[in-house]
């Protein structure tokens, strides 16, 4: 319940802080911020998708493997 609470805190300050006619008014900087970060964490991703790929092709072959042993057996 408590977690509950404080995401609606956390989420209402958001928005709160990007209003444009907000006392805040921090639209601009995290319009900047996203946009300097998109790049990083696409980089991110395709660098997780690489290794998760190699993971996949890995296990294939070894499945492969044992399934020709088991079909020798």
Same mark, same amino acid.
């Given at each position: 319940?408590?977690?509950?609470i404080?995401? &609606?805190?956390f989420? =209402?300050?958001?928005?709160?802080a990007v209003?444009?006619?907000?006392? $805040?008014?921090? +639209? %601009?900087e995290v319009i900047?911020? &996203?946009?300097g970060? =998109?790049?990083?964490?696409a980089?991110?991703?395709?660098?997780?998708? $690489?290794?998760? +790929? %190699?993971?996949?092709i890995?296990?294939k072959?070894e499945a492969?493997?044992?399934?020709?042993?088991k079909?020798?057996q």
């Open positions: 319940m408590v977690s509950i404080l995401g &609606l805190v989420i =209402a300050f958001t928005v709160f209003l444009p006619m907000g006392p $805040l008014a921090w +639209g %601009a900047a911020f &996203l946009k970060g =998109a790049p990083v964490l980089a991110l991703i395709g660098l997780i998708c $690489l290794f998760i +790929g %190699a993971a996949d890995k296990d072959k492969k493997k044992e399934d020709a042993a079909n020798e």
